[in-house]
């Protein structure tokens, strides 16, 4: 058969108090008794939410109550639900020969009860007991006489209104345990058709066996709740406002509160950026045709010396000259194969002009003809045609197309290496301004070159110092606590950074952090528990009132019979709240 908890709802309580007394409750089915006019029942969303974590938690509800607007909730949201019965009234009447006592159950439930003697009878019965030292005056829980004066149902009327409902609806399915509580504490009749049994006056047996078991059942009752206490505190709160200097450095393997030093990691990332640029310029010029020619060796393996203005001949005649002494190296026997020996050397046209912007050609030395071997074994070759060649208007480059190209080029690249370096930092902080920087530039056109249209591209390069800021947020917690014996509320917490510098040649980074937020002030646990042990309500009031890092606090006592702390460390539960 499940478990009861019954729990004796304040007219002040806290929907969240009592959401998490049935949240906690280990018990198949947990009774509420509401007074009349409590603050819970004046808003239907609260028994939503009941019903919810009902549902969620497969558990039955059970209310008991005079209030209408709570029945109406009780009925909308299917919980069980028992109205309110009257108290009985004491009857004195003179002895007689026989005394009117509870006519036994029928047979067949009379049988049930008695296959379940060996049960362990007990009921789940929690006072809530609370007291807010900075609004709250005392510390007095509501007693049981409380209970009964605010309306709240006593055990008795609860176990005779569940014997009722449960009677009319599944006589069957009745929680035993409660038949039996009815059997012992009411001491009346026990169903609807109320009948009764005469007990003889010399039935001295059966009364001394009913006490007993009366007996025995409330001490089981009773010292199944050998009470707890939760102490729940509010501490104080600070601002923050202050600046701590850190360093990062790639050196440091662990965290330095001491020096606010925290491990770092380098960083770097590299991106190319490249564009095509009309040239907007034009003037009146003369300029040779000039390129690229790669001139070979395959004459003999002996290395062959060409001074500057060395001619090469194109294969339609065009005369082309080299601007410096080059020796080209001799050829090499590979795998059986002469493989010629070969150098790259820029060459200018002999003569201006737009003839001379000739396609890829081969070219040969004009200068070797009187020798026909060495002329055939030496000749060169171009992959790309000659530029550059013009006589007359033509469209150059002007230094803003060069500037605004460049510019528009950089940005390009140093946007693209900053980007790369921000998606590769594994969870890392990075703090900006980001080192980033053009390590390249390359242009096929200079100011005033002529030319319809050139190309420039860029390499920049963004790299930094990296690092955990679960480390940073240690060093901040450590000076806080080190100094103020703070605790730093992360959650209201920012951080800035400011005066940041690189220093790449050592491997680390300094900067300042500014930390805003709150603290709150640090609470040793253990030694409140240990001051609490044994003390009552008064003693603890003055206790935690004299407290300087406690804002306010509540203290539940339960069962609602308990006056003081237990002295059972295990027995009391200290909860933080911020």
Same mark, same amino acid.
């Given at each position: 058969?499940? @478990?009861?908890?019954?729990?004796?709802?304040?007219?002040?309580?806290?929907?969240?108090?009592?959401?998490?007394?049935?949240? *906690?409750?280990?018990?198949?089915?947990?009774?509420?008794?509401?007074?009349?006019?409590?603050?819970?029942?004046?808003?239907?969303? %609260?028994?939503?939410?009941?019903?919810?974590?009902?549902?969620?938690?497969?558990? =039955?509800?059970?209310?008991?109550?005079?209030?209408?607007?709570?029945?109406?909730?009780?009925?909308?949201?299917?919980?069980?639900?028992?109205?309110? =019965?009257?108290?009985?009234?004491?009857?004195?009447?003179?002895?007689?020969?026989?005394?009117?006592?509870?006519?036994?159950?029928?047979?067949?439930?009379?049988?049930?009860?008695?296959?379940?003697?060996?049960?362990?009878?007990?009921?789940?019965?929690?006072?809530?007991?609370?007291?807010?030292? !900075?609004?709250?005056?005392?510390?007095?829980?509501?007693?049981?006489?409380?209970?009964?004066?605010?309306?709240?149902?006593?055990?008795?009327?609860?176990?005779?209104?569940?014997?009722?409902?449960?009677?009319?609806?599944?006589?069957? @399915?009745?929680?035993?345990?409660?038949?039996?509580?009815?059997?012992?504490?009411?001491?009346?009749?026990?169903?609807?058709?109320?009948?009764?049994?005469?007990?003889?006056?010399?039935?001295?047996?059966?009364?001394?066996?009913?006490?007993?078991?009366? !007996?025995?059942?409330?001490?089981?009752?009773?010292?199944?709740?050998?009470?707890?206490?939760?102490?729940?505190?509010?501490? =104080?709160?600070?601002?923050?406002?202050?600046?701590?200097?850190?360093?990062?450095?790639?050196?440091?393997? $662990?965290?330095?509160?001491?020096?606010?030093?925290?491990?770092?990691?380098?960083? @770097?990332?590299?991106?190319?950026?490249?564009?095509?640029?009309?040239?907007?310029?034009?003037?009146?010029?003369?300029?040779?045709?000039?390129?690229?020619?790669?001139?070979?060796?395959?004459?003999?393996?002996?290395?062959?010396?060409?001074?500057?203005?060395?001619?090469?001949?194109?294969?339609?005649?065009?005369?082309?000259?080299?601007?410096?002494?080059?020796?080209?190296?001799?050829?090499?026997?590979?795998?059986?194969?002469?493989?010629?020996?070969?150098?790259?050397?820029?060459?200018?046209?002999?003569?201006?002009?737009?003839?001379?912007?000739?396609?890829?050609?081969?070219?040969?030395?004009?200068?070797?003809?009187?020798?026909?071997?060495?002329?055939?074994?030496? %000749?060169?070759?171009?992959?790309?045609?000659?530029?550059?060649?013009?006589?007359?208007?033509?469209?150059?480059?002007?230094? =803003?197309?060069?500037?605004?190209?460049?510019?528009?080029?950089?940005?390009?690249?140093?946007?693209?290496?900053?980007?790369?370096?921000?998606?590769?930092?594994? /969870?890392?902080?990075?703090?900006?301004?980001?080192?980033?920087?053009?390590? /390249?530039?390359?242009?096929?056109?200079?100011?005033?070159?002529?030319?319809?249209?050139?190309?420039?591209?860029?390499?920049?390069?963004?790299?930094?110092?990296?690092?955990?800021?679960?480390?940073?947020?240690?060093?901040?917690?450590?000076?806080?606590?080190?100094?103020?014996?703070?605790?730093?509320?992360?959650?209201?917490?920012?951080?800035? %950074?400011?005066?940041?510098?690189?220093?790449?040649?050592?491997?680390?980074?300094?900067?300042?952090?500014?930390?805003?937020? $709150?603290?709150?002030?640090?609470?040793?646990?253990?030694?409140?528990?240990?001051?609490?042990?044994?003390?009552?309500?008064?003693?603890?009031?003055?206790?935690?009132?004299?407290? *300087?890092?406690?804002? /306010?606090?509540?203290?539940?006592?339960?069962?609602?019979?308990?006056?003081?702390?237990?002295?059972?460390?295990?027995?009391?539960?200290?909860?933080?709240?911020?």
């Amino acid at each position: 058969m499940g @478990s009861t908890k019954i729990i004796n709802v304040l007219k002040d309580e806290q929907f969240e108090d009592i959401l998490d007394a049935f949240q *906690k409750a280990s018990a198949e089915e947990v009774i509420f008794i509401f007074p009349k006019n409590t603050k819970v029942g004046r808003k239907e969303e %609260y028994f939503a939410s009941l019903a919810q974590e009902a549902e969620n938690s497969e558990k =039955q509800i059970t209310i008991m109550t005079a209030d209408q607007n709570i029945e109406r909730y009780a009925k909308k949201y299917k919980f069980r639900f028992l109205a309110q =019965q009257p108290k009985a009234k004491k009857v004195v009447a003179k002895k007689t020969d026989e005394e009117i006592m509870p006519e036994p159950e029928e047979p067949e439930q009379e049988e049930e009860l008695e296959e379940n003697d060996d049960e362990n009878l007990a009921v789940n019965d929690d006072a809530v007991e609370s007291n807010d030292l !900075a609004s709250t005056p005392n510390f007095s829980p509501s007693s049981v006489e409380d209970v009964e004066n605010s309306e709240h149902l006593n055990l008795a009327d609860l176990t005779m209104a569940r014997a009722k409902s449960s009677r009319k609806s599944a006589p069957r @399915s009745a929680d035993k345990r409660v038949q039996k509580l009815e059997s012992i504490w009411l001491k009346r009749e026990s169903g609807e058709q109320g009948r009764k049994k005469s007990i003889r006056p010399n039935s001295k047996t059966f009364n001394l066996i009913f006490l007993s078991s009366a !007996a025995a059942v409330l001490l089981v009752v009773l010292f199944s709740f050998l009470g707890s206490a939760q102490v729940i505190l509010k501490p =104080q709160k600070q601002k923050l406002d202050f600046e701590l200097p850190v360093k990062v450095s790639t050196d440091a393997a $662990e965290i330095d509160t001491a020096n606010n030093q925290i491990p770092g990691q380098f960083l @770097s990332f590299k991106a190319d950026a490249s564009k095509d640029f009309s040239a907007t310029g034009e003037e009146e010029v003369v300029k040779k045709a000039r390129g690229e020619i790669t001139v070979y060796n395959n004459f003999n393996s002996d290395p062959q010396n060409l001074v500057a203005t060395t001619r090469f001949e194109s294969s339609k005649g065009l005369i082309f000259r080299i601007s410096r002494a080059i020796t080209i190296p001799g050829a090499k026997v590979i795998n059986g194969k002469l493989t010629p020996g070969s150098i790259l050397v820029e060459v200018i046209a002999d003569k201006p002009g737009p003839e001379y912007n000739i396609n890829a050609d081969r070219f040969t030395i004009p200068g070797f003809a009187n020798n026909p071997s060495k002329f055939e074994g030496f %000749y060169a070759e171009s992959d790309k045609p000659m530029s550059g060649g013009t006589i007359g208007l033509s469209p150059i480059v002007t230094e =803003q197309d060069f500037n605004s190209a460049k510019e528009a080029v950089t940005a390009e690249a140093l946007e693209k290496s900053l980007s790369g370096l921000k998606s590769k930092t594994n /969870s890392l902080e990075i703090i900006d301004p980001v080192k980033n920087e053009v390590v /390249s530039l390359k242009s096929t056109s200079e100011i005033d070159d002529s030319a319809e249209s050139f190309a420039i591209s860029a390499t920049a390069e963004a790299k930094t110092i990296g690092f955990y800021k679960d480390d940073l947020w240690k060093i901040i917690d450590g000076f806080i606590n080190k100094n103020d014996n703070l605790i730093l509320l992360k959650d209201t917490a920012s951080l800035d %950074y400011k005066n940041v510098k690189f220093d790449f040649e050592n491997k680390n980074i300094t900067f300042a952090v500014v930390v805003k937020g $709150e603290a709150v002030a640090k609470i040793d646990e253990n030694k409140i528990i240990n001051d609490l042990l044994g003390l009552k309500e008064a003693q603890v009031k003055d206790y935690l009132s004299n407290l *300087k890092e406690i804002e /306010s606090a509540r203290v539940v006592l339960s069962p609602f019979w308990i006056k003081t702390v237990p002295k059972n460390k295990k027995d009391i539960q200290i909860k933080i709240v911020y």
